[in-house]
């Protein structure tokens, strides 16, 4: 085997990753990625994972992807190219456990966050992971609770907001700005896992961020079916992706992030509900005769704090799309989390409330920006107006031993700007 340090951070000579055995052309059918709740203990894709771990650990290449993923050179966090190339490290790792454990079509199960709790198999033998914040039996409902929050589905966000996107509108701080899918839920599990999967630095040395990214991988394909396919722009499409090493620790050569939209490609996909979605048609309310453009930056009330005002006239009004561009420094040695809580004006009745999680990687890397759809904070009735607020906190529960270096400043709230389009109907 040729793992080693330099042969991941070396060239990028190599073959090209289509050319992979796991493609349509080149097998008899797509592997299924399987729920890892549905699994019985002994599931052969189970057993393979087990037996490739120590393996993995032996010949180095468990070293060397911890090592590829606290890389962040790639810019595969905060920025657009974080679904494309996580799904391109999951395809590599799933064909050294493939090698290592001698089962050919091994297929790597995804953790449904919808079952709540870290998989009853994770708390055993080698895909237990010492030091996790969770403890058996925790469960992410219980761990949102303090934020007031919930887990949300993104699927409805359009591309820009899911995998994010630059801001656009004039005016403001321009700016590479993480979407919904990785803030959203990638951002939480990792800081309600803890331990190694609470610092990307080290989150591959646990075995459970390979099936958590499995999981944000099956949300990609299933946002992917609801969207078509026809919604990437050519930036994106010509993003190019590498760091990453074969299932003999050679370099592969870069590839395109168009090469990575269809799953089907790397030879594997996800069960999925056949049940059709129900539509409800709305009845048609009255003309819209009027739309305009607006925009809203914050006023500060402290280093982690401010807050935003829309008026009554315009809390009134329709929103078509409403977008939060949020730029924080986040702990470098503990989760941060942003809370965005917007109130009525007139009684104070909370009308919105979202926590964005960041998960740390040391000094590495800096002030960072989140896209956030704010459409919510419209389509209520006699608000007075709308106070949304925004408040920057360390989580508790970060890994021991962070440091903070002198002068040191975090975390803090850098910047805030809300765009909104608004529709206005006939009264």
């Known amino acids: 085997m040729g793992f080693d340090r330099r042969s991941v951070l070396g060239g990028m000579a190599g073959v090209d990753l289509l050319a992979g055995p796991w493609s349509p052309t080149a097998a008899a ?10 699994l019985p203990p002994g599931d052969p894709d189970l057993d393979a994972l087990r037996q490739a771990i120590p393996v993995l650990q032996g010949w180095g290449a468990w070293r060397d992807q911890i090592a590829i993923h606290a890389d962040v050179r790639h810019r595969h966090h905060a920025s657009w190219r974080f ?14 456990v493939a090698r290592a454990s001698g089962k050919a079509d091994f297929a790597l199960p995804y953790w449904d966050w919808d079952d709540d709790v870290v998989p009853d198999l994770f708390w055993q033998d080698v895909l237990n992971a010492p030091g996790r914040r969770a403890r058996p039996g925790d469960t992410i409902t219980d761990f949102l609770r303090p934020y007031g929050d919930v887990l949300k589905g993104r699927l409805t966000d359009d591309f820009a907001t899911f995998f994010g996107r630059a801001r656009t509108s004039s005016g403001g701080n321009p700016g590479v700005y993480s979407g919904s899918a990785e803030w959203g839920g990638h951002n939480l599990i990792h800081t309600f896992v803890g331990g190694d999967m609470g610092d990307l630095t080290t989150s591959p040395n646990d075995p459970l961020f390979w099936l958590h990214h499995a999981n944000i991988d099956r949300i990609w394909s ?5 969207h078509g396919g026809q919604v990437f722009p050519p930036a994106w499409r010509n993003e190019s992706l590498g760091g990453f090493v074969d299932d003999r620790g050679n370099p592969v050569a870069p590839v395109k992030a168009i090469t990575t939209i269809d799953a089907a490609a790397f030879g594997y996909t996800y069960p999925y509900d056949p049940t059709p979605p129900v539509f409800f048609a709305a ?5 819209i005769v009027n ?12 280093p982690v704090s401010a807050f935003v005002e829309i008026s009554a006239d315009l809390a ?9 561009f949020l730029q924080i420094v986040p702990d470098p040695h503990a989760a941060t989390t942003t809370t965005l809580t917007a109130r009525a004006k007139a009684g104070a009745r909370e009308l919105y409330r979202d926590t964005v999680f960041t998960v740390p990687m040391g000094h590495a890397m ?8 704010l459409k919510g904070l419209w389509g209520a009735s006699d608000t007075g107006g709308i106070r949304l607020e925004i408040e920057v906190a360390s989580a508790p529960g970060g890994k021991a031993g962070g440091m903070t270096m002198p002068g040191e400043a975090v975390p803090g709230l850098v910047d805030f700007v809300l765009d909104a389009e608004l529709a206005f109907r006939a009264s």
């Open 29 to 38: 059918g797509l592997r299924v990625r399987r729920s890892v709740s549905s």
């Open 83 to 96: 679904l494309p190339w996580h799904r391109l490290q999951l395809v590599w790792f799933e064909r050294l």
């Open 222 to 226: 299933l946002w992917r079916m609801k």
């Open 283 to 287: 009845m048609p309310g009255a003309p």
């Open 291 to 302: 739309r305009k453009a607006y925009s809203w930056s914050m006023q500060r009330m402290g």
């Open 316 to 324: 009134r009004a329709e929103a078509e799309s409403a977008t939060g």
């Open 366 to 373: 800096g002030a960072q920006g989140f896209r956030i759809p």
